[in-house]
């Protein structure tokens, strides 16, 4: 849900230092947390720079269960002792209906804000329903030096019996981090005297310099259930504020605009629960979210267009050095290749080019001792023979315009650690690039700012994305394909002897294909030979529900894009076999670790979330040993339920057992509603997986 | 104590360095023939010195090894303290990058003068950083209770830490310690090729070092008062799951400092007992008990007429009712708060609970002592010399009056003086009266009283205390769905665990959790129907689980037949020992467990048994596993205990461990056969 709202606006000075390099973008290919990690060291947008001026700034730095304002009923807040009442069902309440077993409850959390002065009221109250809930007396208030303030902090116990104990112990400032110009500071304290049945109240004040607009977003959901909230926001005039909601309680009446104050009034907000496989927190949690912008434009199809416009004179005015990139093209190509051979060629060569958002992490010192020259244009770019992966895709757009193909320059917005809404007009949300090239009349989408990305393959947070295909219109939006699971697959083949103890062992042979491999190599690209053995023996640990011994036995190929990564191996299993009387069983899968524990809670509350389809195909061939036979082999097994699928088959022909096992994962995401349906299809993979061998004696 | 529960930081000795060096061995020789003129910037001649040295025997996983370290402790006449640290590495492989970071710590008796590093480039001019770049931080968040600390972190990130460089700083600290003791660690998880420990001292003065886990080396006089150890060649300590602490292991040497008599008034300790008197002089008046606290006593124990009653409902208040919060500020950490504080306050840490409950049980006319301890088992022992650094936790011994004597209590062990004395942790929120729970058990703590410390082991609880006992009546349909109830019953720790589980739970949702992981351990394809827990909290009686499933393809067709695993669900096997490198250390146990299961199925109808899988025994002193499957009429009945009775395993042992493993794990993965009934 989207508001917008028009302000007057002189402008302001905002005098936060966070500066930031959009060539700093880090171009990736990892998993979800990897990414988190790794975007989080960057320095995060501040200013957009296209036509509209978005102040949107990270929400960090307050802790949890820390960041809680006073007013009520649109009364500014204050920090004085006037507390409000405390009815006996309150003091009375043992445990609350919507959250049976809570160890503690929020009886009501308010937060108001004012952008125009600069500061924000909290007012906390928690009822304690366990011993464990005492921890929430505990309280830690975040807040920057010299750029923010805590004042007021007021708080009491009210115990069981309706009695008071008011705080009046010690606060202490506690350093969390200090250093150069910058010092994270906490005010500090205890509660006294709880206990099961008491509640505990809190207040404070948080002020910042008036014109400063600073985290102005409301997180409704909490680690503990909220009976009651109030949240408002008095905007900041000096800019249009746009506000949009999502996940709020069932009932709930959107935030309203009530004499230019925006509030939200919101009861029963369930606890945030983490979950395997869902999407981003931010995507679930119950949230406001405020915009401030110079722009008022109310419509999103404008706002896009004017920014597309900008943009996209922002990226030709980059790329504008024809001669020099039909200069550089000339070294690359030959004149006879075809098409796609000369873009691939040149593909190749900008993925040589040093990505300097792959080099590791360096000191300020090292970095300024490396001396590495700004780059204004394409041209500068490739003289210098380095860039960062936004500026290489922009590179490569310039020198495959320049070997004569249609080709379009498109921002798209990342889903590893958000998803896109155009209708808030953020245009912070396109936080990512790639180029589009018109080849033998098909749309290719092309990233070789992404390091070891094969070509024609993204890395999996910018596959099935919203992007703005950029012309000097502003655009269209368009979407960036998501592969299905065959262009990302893991292939084993063993081949496995069964000794007379009940032990596997013999060869095997894993390969990695599209985003199966490009993660693995952004994520082991700067370690040893020694760590990546290491990485690689792990993973096949990771696949088998046992203890195995494992060694690699081949140099894979880590340095490329090639679209395979292949690691051979000794293999020892121990133990597979076990025994039954006289006869012996085998399960007859050996690599079925990865699902065995999947999904095994009955209850979800989440969407499912795959960051992208992918396939396992595997191949064993067990040789038994002399003097055994095979009695039986599991039947022929196929689940195909369209966005996943499961086979399994198994052969006996000359004393060697041959399983083939296919696993497929064809979605990125799935209501919750459909869990109750994936969960059962897991069920049947393991049960399938757990199929035996019998063999006996062969006489 | 410096952390609580659970805790045990690593060492981090406060003092070392001195500001006129004198070197020996290879170093100083180095240093005076080859340094090269420096320049702003360069790295200091004592690094340069090792450009050149052969690097200490290491292997292809090591990232780093040591090249050099020095711990130089300066003491004037005028009883202050100075101290420098100087470590080199040579980076070898890119892992080593996170040894490219000085870290120096700070509190109320350590303050950082002076803080710089420095890189060696294999090709290229030195880098240097100093401490105006470094991050000062303590921890965030208010984590298990510890609410506020004066220590705090000083981190300094050199540049270029990579394979073929030479990294290495110097930390310069002004030292007011509480007790003139310093720990030289020398040894550590990288290849040592040369370390140095210096103590120059006043003329009048005295030390004393002692040694342990490393043959002891001689000192060298190097002046006025002033001697140097030098040890060459240090390896690595490679670290294992289950092995024994740090401090029972890594190389150590302990100095005591002390002065001229008059002079000063802190000093180093001779023995324990210094060590307990000085932490007893910490303790006076801490006990008082105010009006309100002898009203509470008289309260809470109104209703009970024997003194066993009345212990166990003070333990109870202030076991549950006095909330963990650590405020640790300088003496702080050491000193509990005034019982009548924590009292009025209801929050206090392990030695201010120690010292409330020790204060309410003289009021009931009982006698009670602080015992501190460490919660890594083996950590401190009385074979160490007598330092302060190795506690972490601080627990209560209660001297058992004569009339006293209940089956109940067993956490007791009978003193040559005080007679039966009963050890209880009023930390531990979930271990009843009377018991310890496995980490405490074998322990060696320090037992203090007037006349001083004395070491004290603490005994170690029957295995049938705690464990896992799990009985399951179930029945199979010829589809090879099981279907029927599963009764667990968690003694002791094992009880302890899950009752944090579901106590940190945000609602009662989440309570089936832990009981559906078990589950998808056990069964492929599962429905748990119905759930309860009992006693969760009642931590004096047995925490359980009760719940009733559905496992549908249970039983596996293979042909005609059906195969069925006996052991239904949980497993006592383990892949500690499965590693491609040999064992070192000994393996350490939490504490004694005997876990039991008895698995019931009915047997579908239509079928009968055809094989079943051999039973398995073994016995050994540290731990013993016995399983049978037997057959009664058409019920298979799968019975097994395991029973850990000795909390260490040594290390020539642990091949007998690694072969219990296996036989368990086969153990666990044995099927009976059923085949259809013959008419």
Not at chain 2, 273 to 292: C, F, I, M, Q, V
Not at chain 2, 360 to 382: C, F
Not at chain 2, 467 to 486: C, F, H, N, W
Not at chain 2, 528 to 556: C, H, M, W
């Amino acid at each position: 849900m989207i508001h917008c709202c028009k302000t007057r606006v002189p402008v302001l000075v905002l005098s936060l230092k966070l500066a930031y390099i959009e060539t700093h973008r880090l171009k990736h290919a990892l998993p979800v947390d990897w990414y988190r990690t790794g975007l989080n060291a960057l320095p995060k947008p501040f200013f957009s720079t296209g036509g509209c001026r978005v102040v949107s700034l990270m929400r960090t730095f307050l802790g949890a269960g820390a960041l809680l304002w006073l007013c009520l009923s649109g009364v500014s807040a204050h920090a004085g002792d006037d507390w409000l009442p405390v009815v006996p069902e309150e003091l009375k309440m043992t445990t609350e209906s919507l959250a049976p077993g809570a160890p503690a409850i929020y009886l009501y959390r308010q937060v108001d804000r004012d952008d125009q002065s600069g500061h924000e009221e909290n007012y906390v109250r928690i009822k304690i329903l366990t011993e464990e809930g005492r921890k929430h007396a505990d309280l830690e208030i975040p807040f920057v030096k010299n750029l923010t303030k805590i004042r007021g902090i007021k708080a009491r116990t009210v115990r069981p019996d309706g009695t008071i104990a008011n705080f009046d112990g010690q606060i202490f400032e506690k350093t969390i981090i200090k250093a150069k110009g910058v010092k994270l500071l906490a005010q500090t304290l205890t509660l006294p005297d709880v206990q099961v049945g008491s509640i505990i109240e809190y207040k404070f004040t948080k002020e910042w310099d008036a014109g400063l607009i600073y985290d102005s977003n409301w997180t409704l959901s909490e680690e503990l259930f909220t009976k009651r909230a109030k949240f408002s926001l008095k905007p900041s005039t000096s800019y249009a504020v746009r506000w949009s909601w999502d996940n709020l309680p069932p009932g709930t009446d959107a935030p309203k605009d009530i004499s230019h104050v925006i509030r939200l009034d919101v009861q029963n907000i369930p606890p945030f629960r983490t979950e395997d496989y869902m999407p981003p927190e931010g995507e679930l949690k119950a949230h406001v979210n405020f915009v401030y912008t110079t722009s008022g434009e109310k419509d999103s199809d404008k706002f896009w267009r004017e920014y597309g416009k900008a943009k996209n004179s922002g990226i030709e005015s980059f790329i504008n050095k024809r001669k020099a990139m039909e200069q550089a093209v000339a070294q690359i190509v030959a004149p006879g290749d075809f098409s796609e051979a000369k873009l691939k060629k040149i593909y190749a060569r900008v993925q040589q080019l040093r990505n300097l958002n792959y080099d590791k992490e360096k000191t300020g010192q090292e970095q300024k001792r490396e001396k590495l020259k700004d780059f204004n244009n394409v041209e500068d770019l490739w003289k210098l023979g380095y860039g960062y992966g936004t500026s290489l895709n922009w590179l490569f757009l310039a020198l495959v315009r320049a070997a004569g193909f249609e080709v379009y320059p498109v921002i798209i917005s990342n889903r590893s650690n958000h998803f896109f809404h155009p209708k808030l007009m953020n245009s912070f949300e396109l936080n990512d690039n790639v180029v589009l090239v018109k080849v033998d009349g098909k749309d290719v989408y092309l990233d070789p700012g992404t390091k070891f990305a094969p070509y024609a393959v993204l890395p999996w947070s910018e596959t099935g994305v919203s992007g703005l295909r950029l012309d000097k219109e502003g655009g269209v939006w368009v979407q960036t394909p998501l592969p299905d699971g065959s262009a990302s697959r893991v292939d084993r083949k063993a081949l496995l002897k069964l000794t007379d103890d009940g032990t596997l062992e013999g060869k095997l042979t894993v390969a990695y294909s599209g985003l199966t491999a490009l993660w693995r190599r952004s994520e082991q690209r700067n370690e040893d030979d020694t760590k990546r053995k290491q990485f690689l023996e792990d993973q096949v640990k990771e696949y088998v529900p046992v203890g195995v011994e494992v060694e690699l036995t081949n140099k894979p190929d880590w340095t490329s894009s090639a679209p395979t990564l292949v690691a051979e191996y000794k293999l020892t299993v121990r133990g597979w076999a076990a025994a039954a009387g006289r006869r012996t069983v085998l399960a007859a899968v050996l690599f079925s670790n990865s699902e065995k524990h999947t999904f095994e809670h009955a209850e979800r509350v989440h969407p499912i979330y795959f960051g992208y389809p992918y396939e396992e195909t595997d191949d064993v061939s067990i040789d038994l040993p002399p003097g055994w036979k095979v009695q039986s082999t599991p039947a022929e097994k196929i689940q195909d339920e369209k966005v996943v699928a499961y086979t399994l088959k198994t052969e006996n022909k000359d004393n060697r057992v041959h399983v083939i096992r296919d696993f497929k994962v064809n979605f990125v995401m799935l209501e919750s509603k459909y869990y109750a349906a994936l969960r059962k299809f897991y069920e049947l993979v393991r049960t399938g997986d757990e199929e035996q061998i019998v063999l006996q004696p062969a006489s | 104590m410096k952390s609580k529960l659970f805790c045990n930081l690593p060492p981090e000795p406060w003092l070392s360095k001195l500001p006129h060096l004198r070197f020996c061995g290879f170093v100083l020789a180095a240093m005076t023939l080859a340094a090269p003129n420096a320049h702003a910037g360069d790295a200091p001649p004592w690094m340069r010195a090792l450009t050149s040295v052969a690097l200490p025997a290491h292997d292809d996983k090591d990232s780093v090894v040591q090249l050099y370290s020095e711990e130089i402790l300066n003491v004037s006449s005028n009883g202050k303290l100075k101290s420098v640290r100087r470590v080199a590495y040579k980076i070898l492989r890119p892992d080593g990058k996170d040894f490219g970071v000085a870290r120096g710590y700070i509190d109320s008796e350590t303050k950082i003068t002076g803080m710089r590093g420095w890189c060696i480039p294999a090709q290229g001019k030195d880098y240097e950083v100093k401490e105006k770049e470094s991050v000062e931080s303590a921890l965030p968040g208010v984590t298990n209770g510890e609410l506020m600390s004066d220590l705090r972190a000083k981190v300094l990130q050199i540049p270029a830490a990579d394979p073929g460089n030479i990294v290495g700083y110097e930390i310069e600290q002004e030292l007011r310690p509480y007790v003139w003791q310093d720990e030289w660690v020398f040894q550590s998880t990288v290849p040592s090729f040369e370390a140095h420990y210096t103590l120059q001292l006043p003329a009048d003065w005295e030390y004393k070092s002692a040694w342990l886990n490393y043959p002891e080396a001689k000192p060298v006089s190097i002046g006025m008062n002033q001697w140097q150890w030098v040890l060459t060649d240090i390896k690595a300590i490679k670290t294992e799951e289950s092995m024994p602490p740090w401090r029972a292991v890594a190389g150590q040497m302990y100095i005591s400092l002390f002065p001229p008599s008059g002079k000063a008034q802190q000093r180093g300790f001779d023995n324990w007992a210094e060590l307990g008197k000085w932490y007893t002089g910490l303790l006076k008046d801490r006990d008082n008990a105010s009006p309100e606290m002898k009203q509470k006593v008289a309260t809470l124990t109104a209703s009970s007429t024997a003194t066993l009653d009345k212990m166990r409902v003070l333990a109870k208040f202030v076991q549950t009712d006095i909330r963990y919060v650590a405020i640790e500020l300088g003496i702080g950490g050491w000193q509990p708060h005034p019982a009548e504080e924590v009292f009025l306050h209801r929050y206090g840490d392990c030695k201010d609970k120690a010292t409330l409950l020790g204060s309410m049980l003289r009021e009931i006319g009982v006698e009670s002592y602080h015992v501190v301890i460490n919660t890594d088992r083996g950590a401190i022992t009385p074979a160490m010399p007598a330092h302060q650094g190795g506690f972490n936790h601080a627990i209560i011994a209660i001297k058992l009056p004569d009339s006293v004597n209940d089956p109940s209590l067993v956490a007791i062990v009978q003193h040559p003086k005080l007679g039966w004395i009963l050890f209880f942790d009023p930390t531990n929120e979930s271990t009843p009266f009377g018991q310890l729970s496995g980490y405490l058990q074998e322990n060696y703590g320090l037992l203090v009283a007037p006349e001083g410390g004395e070491f004290v082991r603490l005994p170690t609880l029957p295995a049938a205390m705690s464990g896992i006992q799990r009985s399951a009546k179930m029945k199979m349909d010829p589809t090879g769905t099981l279907q029927g109830e599963v009764k667990e019953v968690r003694l002791g720790d094992q009880g302890r665990g899950q009752r944090q589980a579901l106590h940190g739970a945000s609602d009662r949702k989440e309570w089936v959790k832990p009981v559906e992981t078990l589950l998808s351990h056990a069964f492929t394809n599962f429905q748990l129907t119905k759930a309860s827990v009992t006693n969760l909290d009642r931590p004096e009686l047995p925490f359980g689980y009760n719940y009733e499933i559905i496992a549908q393809s249970y039983g596996k067709p293979a042909g005609n037949l059906m195969l069925v695993r006996p052991r239904i669900l949980g497993s006592k096997s383990s892949e500690l020992l499965e590693t491609k490198e040999p064992r070192r250390y000994s393996v350490e146990f939490d504490g004694p467990w005997r876990d039991t299961d008895t698995f019931e199925i009915t047997l579908p109808p239509g079928f009968e048994v055809d094989d079943l899988p051999p039973a398995a025994n073994a016995d050994y002193p540290f731990a013993s596993y016995h399983s049978k499957t037997e057959v009664t009429g058409n019920v298979l009945r799968y019975t097994r205990s395991f029973e850990v009775k000795q909390l260490t395993v040594p290390l020539d042992k642990v091949e007998d461990l690694k072969r219990l493993y296996r036989i368990i794990a086969g153990d666990e993965r044995n099927t009976a056969v059923l085949k259809p009934a013959a008419r």
